[in-house]
């Protein structure tokens, strides 16, 4: 997915996850030491799962055997390893293992049945709610002793990862021409999810501007960059930050969103807050969506059994905005929407 | 004698007292009254329809403090009116108490059995609004909660009105007790002869993939399986994300379980292993609005194999 990789390689490079890794590479240390151990690397839609066990395979390059699933596995023979399988197999995209629906549980028995009795040690990567899903249903989290979460960014980790896209100075920050003098005090709109109404809502809340009165009373050295360029580059991050929450994949897409390259404003970057309406069974479509990460209408139609009502909710999901579809047929959550459809979906407690 | 002319006093000190009650205290009584009824009812039915839109937690949640804002605006009233009364009447309160004493002993002591209940009920909370319970004969959600009487809606739609003194003497099972999720006990039938394994491994992945179940590590799914000498009985508890859905949740699961037993060629019990006629096929919601004697006919619909099942059941 484009947003998720031209993300991935600035996020690989800043990544904030040395626990996570420190943990993965020490659970591949004591495996090799005699003890049995699997490890479940566990985030939402974009949250940077591929991103770590992509940092973990290049730790491990000479003793891994990488597998991508890209679409739900329905053939054992897909997820039967080859014998020159390395003793350290990284398996992106668990949650594709299972089908929802009588009889489409089989793969996921060949699949811990495999990890517990190989020779070998498994690192996995899940979607959120597909694991807390068959963690529920099947216990698969007695499979995975290391469960990896990986944490949301800070807004200076969300700053380094986009700007590592471009050069020095590439990016011109401005207030946006609202006003030439820099405000002490500013209205930044603040997202809420609540998830009793089902709803993203936005808030204004008055904040102080504290890189402006950092340099006016404390006089701080400028740093070749101009003063109101640095206010307005604080609160497109502070923006970004609290529009996604911590998820890179989210950040980049409401950065790109924003962005009028080379120039950027505070005011540009976009608030999303949809009013989702749906029947029950088209938002437990929606939910299938969301906790595969990308589904094509065939395996959707496959859970519901029955096309005709796939192909409707699919329209009603375009039509409102809250999904989108890929190169490869298959349907996605639009990132900038992430929020809302989450929100809307605990309300249901669909997702948990 | 000197206590006769004492109560004779008294009788025509009360009487004076009576006669004494202006016409603009008793509007005042009964204006008391109509403001806390009204107030009561704005406040069910605005925070009624507030919840429904709400997630299903918070339904149940802001449901929940219905009757107490209610009881406070009755207890407030019932303060005003008792102020009043004792305005008015002042020493002879005594005699109108000892009246009102027989009054309940006689006349309303029903109603009075009531309000003690719809009290106790507020504060005890053996159910709340929104809950699916059983009570006297009857099973359903629990839509209000008066001071004399609660109402329920059974499954049929039925909109039941049962007293509140009912608690004193009957046992009353809350399904859910204020949370959305239920459990939800189903039952299927098959033959002596099936393979139990391929059954059981059916019927799980039937309720784990049913887009009504609510399933976490805390609310897990469990699968009994009993032999009984023609037949098998599986049994499935598990959790239904919202209790409203309880009924589409089983037949959900009959549904795609027959399905699934079918193509594994496990069938239902047959009957004619013991030459005895079908039972008639039971009504479903006498089964739903019976009396409760177990979680299973809180259960209720079926699909037809479903019914097959159940009629070898009551062989």
């Given at each position: 997915m484009g947003i998720q990789q031209s993300g991935d390689r600035a996020f690989s490079e800043i990544l904030g996850l040395r626990d996570e890794i420190g943990d993965i590479q020490s659970a591949i240390a004591d495996f090799e030491v005699g003890k049995k151990v699997n490890v479940a690397i566990i985030a939402g839609l974009l949250g940077g799962k591929t991103t770590l066990i992509n940092e973990i395979e290049k730790l491990n390059l000479n003793r891994a055997t990488r597998i991508t699933f890209s679409g739900i596995i329905r053939d054992k023979e897909e997820i039967s390893l080859p014998e020159d399988t390395m003793r350290v197999v990284l398996l992106d995209n668990c949650h594709f293992l299972y089908t929802r629906k009588p009889g489409g549980f089989d793969i996921l028995y060949e699949f811990l049945d495999m990890i517990s009795s190989q020779d070998r040690v498994f690192v996995t990567t899940w979607n959120l709610y597909s694991w807390k899903y068959l963690n529920g249903a099947f216990e698969i989290g007695k499979y995975f002793p290391v469960q990896i979460l990986i944490p949301s960014l800070e807004k200076e980790g969300i700053r380094s990862l986009i700007l590592k896209r471009y050069e020095?100075?590439?990016?011109?920050?401005?207030?946006?021409?609202?006003?030439?003098?820099?405000?002490?005090?500013?209205?930044?709109?603040?997202?809420?999810?609540?998830?009793?109404?089902?709803?993203?809502?936005?808030?204004?809340?008055?904040?102080?501007?504290?890189?402006?009165?950092?340099r006016r009373f404390l006089k701080e050295e400028e740093k070749g960059k101009k003063k109101e360029e640095e206010t307005a580059e604080y609160r497109v991050f502070e923006k970004i930050h609290l529009e996604s929450k911590g998820n890179p994949g989210v950040a980049v897409k409401v950065w790109e969103l924003g962005?009028?390259?080379?120039?950027?404003?505070?005011?540009?970057?976009?608030?999303?807050?949809?009013?989702?309406?749906?029947?029950?069974?088209?938002?437990?479509?929606?939910?299938?969506?969301?906790?595969?990460?990308?589904?094509?209408?065939?395996e959707i139609a496959d859970m519901i059994g029955s096309t005709l009502r796939v192909n409707e909710t699919i329209f009603r999901l375009l039509n409102q905005e809250l999904i989108f579809k890929l190169e490869d047929d298959s349907f996605r959550v639009r990132p900038e929407a992430l929020r809302s459809v989450i929100a809307y979906l605990e309300k249901l407690r669909l997702v948990w | 004698m000197v206590d006769g002319i004492n109560g004779e006093t008294g009788r025509e000190q009360l009487l004076e007292a009576l006669r004494s009650i202006e016409m603009q205290t008793l509007i005042d009584l009964i204006l008391i009254v109509i403001t806390a009824y009204i107030l009561g009812r704005i406040v069910t039915v605005v925070l009624s329809k507030l919840s429904e839109n709400m997630s299903r937690e918070g339904r149940i949640k802001v449901k929940m403090i219905i009757p107490a804002i209610r009881f406070v605006f009755y207890a407030i009233a019932f303060y005003n009116i008792l102020m009043e009364i004792f305005s008015i009447f002042g020493p002879e309160l005594f005699l109108l108490t000892g009246l009102l004493g027989a009054a309940i002993g006689f006349g309303v002591k029903d109603l009075f059995a009531d309000f003690i209940g719809g009290i106790v009920i507020t504060f005890e909370k053996p159910y709340q609004i929104g809950d699916k319970i059983n009570i006297g004969n009857y099973y359903g959600e629990v839509r209000d909660i008066g001071l004399r009487a609660t109402k329920l809606i059974t499954p049929d739609d039925n909109t039941v009105t049962a007293p509140n003194s009912l608690i004193f003497n009957e046992a009353i099972a809350s399904g859910n007790y204020g949370v959305s999720e239920m459990m939800v006990v189903i039952d299927l039938y098959i033959a002596g002869e099936s393979d139990v394994k391929t059954a059981m491994r059916i019927l799980r992945e039937t309720v784990v993939s049913s887009k009504y179940i609510y399933v976490s590590e805390k609310r897990p799914v469990i699968l009994l399986h009993k032999a009984f000498p023609f037949y098998t009985r599986l049994r499935a508890k598990a959790y239904v994300n919202d209790l409203r859905d309880e009924f589409e949740f089983e037949s959900d699961v009959h549904t795609k379980a027959w399905i699934e037993f079918q193509k594994k060629n496990i069938r239902a019990p047959q009957l004619h292993i013991l030459n005895i006629p079908p039972v008639g096929d039971e009504y479903e919601s006498d089964r739903a609005t019976r009396r409760n004697v177990g979680s299973d006919q809180r259960t209720g619909t079926g699909s037809e194999s479903d019914s097959d099942s159940r009629k070898s059941f009551e062989l």
């Open positions: 020095e100075g590439e990016i011109i920050f401005n207030n946006g021409g609202e006003s030439e003098k820099e405000p002490v005090i500013y209205i930044i709109p603040y997202p809420l999810e609540l998830a009793s109404l089902g709803r993203k809502i936005i808030i204004p809340v008055p904040k102080i501007n504290i890189p402006y009165l950092k962005l009028h390259y080379p120039h950027i404003s505070p005011e540009k970057i976009g608030q999303f807050s949809y009013d989702i309406k749906l029947e029950y069974d088209e938002a437990f479509i929606l939910h299938l969506i969301l906790s595969y990460q990308g589904l094509k209408k065939d | -």
